[in-house]
């Protein structure tokens, strides 16, 4: 079983920076794929980005590649995801997740985090 816990969201003016956090409990988080994505008010959860387990390949939705950094550091169970550039379409509750094995673009994830808000004005 794998509790994972978002932190670091907020209210940004567009252009600006967050850096969100999430940290998992358990001992196995390094073998565990981890990945972000997003829910905007009506609208279906999206992939945002996604990580190995060793931290060797990251995957990035087209609508932030340039903009967002998935990374993690397995010494302190954290996956962070670096949202520069950030626009108002970025608002969104964001959740971060765990997979065994290989990471996935799809919502196939075996844990969830309860998501924090991350708004950005215009």
């Known amino acids: 079983q794998v509790q994972l816990v978002e932190s670091g969201g907020g209210l940004v003016q567009a252009g600006g920076s967050l850096r969100l956090s999430c940290v998992a409990s358990g001992r196995t988080f390094s073998s565990y794929a981890m990945g972000w994505f997003r829910q905007a008010p009506g609208k279906e959860r999206e992939f945002v980005a996604a990580i190995t387990w060793s931290g060797s390949t990251t995957y990035y939705a087209d609508s932030v590649k340039g903009r967002f950094t998935i990374s993690r550091e397995n010494a302190k169970n954290t996956v962070y995801l670096q949202m520069n550039s950030l626009k108002p379409e970025d608002t969104a509750v964001y959740y971060c997740?765990?997979?065994?094995?290989?990471?996935?673009?799809?919502?196939?994830?075996?844990?969830w985090g309860q998501g924090t808000q991350v708004t950005v004005s215009s």
């Open positions: 997740a765990a997979k065994s094995n290989r990471p996935s673009i799809f919502d196939v994830y075996d844990y």
